[in-house]
């Protein structure tokens, strides 16, 4: 099983919309996964629009993808979080549903900061 940031077993992100790498709405990774969708986030208006500009657009429908609005959750590349991060525009984090993995890209003192207050 595999396991959370936190040292836990990794908790679901969202299967409304799926999400994941495998689309089993988990921020589960593999090999095949190269962007690392390892970092469970609740999505903003602004952080949709920073990933957009920067050439990702997450929030435009698309065939077998409804388009993410503001206050989905979405597992999201290690390495785009951190980029957001530097640019002070990371959405929060959801630490049980954000693998293990993320940590070999970015820090858990950061995603610890991010944390959701609103609850997994």
């Not at 929060?92 to 207050?117: F, G, I, P, Q, Y």
Request: glycine share 10%; aromatic share 8%.
């Amino acid at each position: 099983m595999a396991k959370n940031v936190l040292g836990g077993e990794l908790e679901p992100c969202s299967t409304d919309p799926i999400t994941g790498f495998y689309r089993d709405g988990c921020c589960n990774t593999g090999v095949e996964d190269l962007g690392v969708h390892t970092v469970c986030v609740r999505v903003t208006a602004e952080f949709l629009e920073f990933s957009k500009s920067r050439g990702n657009d997450l929030s435009t429908p698309r065939p077998g993808f409804p388009g993410l609005q503001p206050g989905d959750r979405w597992c999201l590349c290690a390495s785009r979080w951190q980029e957001a991060l530097d640019e002070g525009m990371a959405p929060e984090v959801v630490l049980e549903a954000t693998h293990a993995a993320s940590v070999e890209w970015v820090s858990l003192d950061d995603l610890r900061r991010h944390a959701a207050r609103w609850g997994a």
